[in-house]
């Protein structure tokens, strides 16, 4: 039972730059949510994907993007990188979209700004 | 706003003894409330939840309470054991229809053999 994976692991990128991080939900898992941790601090929730579709999102501009496709997979784009957005951005998958579904989480990409 | 407040925000403990790390939340709408263990460098892991209908739910060694009214919830870890350090995360729910968490600050837990 092949649980949430994401990709890269870790990622160099300089101020400007734009970036784009991968996540395959956990099997069985049609709905995927994307949150920043920052050092030392709880899971920050940036947007959630069901249906293909952006469903919430949370406080953080529109330089954050996300897409999700047929297949469950989503992916997360951040444009204009700014040294604040070093962070590891972490997938959750789970099932259904509700509130009340249990969210795992995969290992996460290290994105560090330069 | 939306807002979980977490303490302690570090535990020490002796190896054997209880720990309880409390959470408080702000949505009285909120109906999800999960708790994740996050050991260095590594993925946050869900160790117990519990939905509003519930007041308490157990699993072996961790149990954990929900009070509505009050709107907090607490984890209780029995009989701790060294493997049980970590940082641990309290969460809400805080939307009707769609899974977003809102997650406390975090707790290190430290257990001295």
Known sequence: DAGVTQSPTHLIKTRGQQVTLRCSPKSGHDTVSWYQQALGQGPQFIFQYYEEEERQRGNFPDRFSGHQFPNYSSELNVNA?????????????????????????????????? | ????????????????????????YSDSASNYFPWYKQELGKRPQLIIDI???????????????????????SLHITETQPEDSAVYFCAASFSSNTGKLIFGQGT?????P
Do not use: M, W
């Open chain 2, 51 to 73: 939905r509003s209908n519930v007041g308490e739910k157990k699993d072996q060694r961790i149990a954990v309470t929900l009070n509505k009214t009050a709107k907090h919830f």
């Open chain 2, 108 to 112: 290190t837990l430290q257990v001295k």
């Open chain 1, 81 to 114: 990188l700014l040294l604040g957005d070093s962070a590891l951005y972490l997938c959750a998958s789970s099932l259904g979209g509700a509130s009340n579904q249990p969210q795992h989480f995969g290992d996460g990409t290290r994105l560090s700004i330069l």
């Open chain 2, 1 to 24: 706003g939306e807002n979980v407040e977490q303490h302690p925000s570090t535990l020490s403990v002796q190896e054997g003894d209880s720990a309880v790390i409390k959470c408080t």
